[in-house]
């Protein structure tokens, strides 16, 4: 009777060693529940926590020099063996995203700074700008708006470092729709814009209060429109390459 509940202990004993096996490439600590740290073959390291045999809370996850993330490093959280939550990812480039991650990839609110000093903040979804958000450029300019897939689509501010300002449609990272140009010499335009010139229907005033209200093609006056002086006077009639060839009959 006694070798037979010997025999039971020992066939339990030993069931329950094989369903609780170390994560493959364990190489320090409690990979099962607690704190360690693992190697894959292709020389990813992490070090962390871990729960159920899988990365699950704080921890910090190295690439090599030659893989796909090119000797990234990434420090945050993890659930189920992925980068969810918040964490910080840098690259030997100097580039730096500190941020939500869902499944290892950028999404939700983050802040991407660029080694040239330029830097994103703003939405992200599947890895890449997407919603709102402001780009602030090396050189001072910058971009606050919306985005679809990493690109200007939609309605946004830009501002250039030399002041002039336009707010209103963007397609494919181009002015294109409606906008307003503010230009730092005080000319404003108010408008249509096809492929970042002002064509269609638009009015033009200059800062000495000169106005010019028509249609415009190839970012200049062309076709219909009426020439406003300063003391209220008009000139209507046709325009090419912005200037006046034929009045109204």
Known sequence: MKKIIALLLFSIAFLFTA????????????????????????????????????????????????????????????????????????????????GDFVDGKKEGN????????????????????????????????????????????????YTWKNGDVYTGQWKNCIMDGDGTINFSNGDVYTGQWVVGLMEGTGTYTWKNKFRYEGQWAKGKMNGQGTFVRKDGSTVSGKFEDGNFVEPTN
């Not at 990365?55 to 893989?67: F, I, K, R, T």
């Not at 780009?135 to 897939?149: L, R």
């Open 19 to 98: 369903c609780s096996t170390t994560p493959e490439g364990c190489v320090e600590g409690d990979c099962k529940e607690g704190r360690g740290k693992i190697k894959t073959p292709d020389g990813v390291t992490y070090e962390g926590d871990f729960k159920e045999g899988k990365m699950n809370g704080q921890g910090v996850m190295a690439w090599p020099p030659n893989g796909d993330q090119v000797g990234a490093s990434y420090s945050g959280d993890f659930l189920n063996g992925q980068r969810t939550g918040k964490g910080v990812m840098t690259w030997p480039n100097g580039d730096k995203y500190e």
């Open 110 to 157: 983050g802040t991407y700074t660029y080694a040239d000093g330029s830097s994103y903040t703003g939405q992200f979804v599947n890895d890449a700008r997407n919603g709102k958000g402001k780009f602030v450029f090396a050189d001072g300019s910058s971009y606050d708006g919306e985005y679809i897939d990493g690109v200007r689509n939609g309605n946004g501010t």
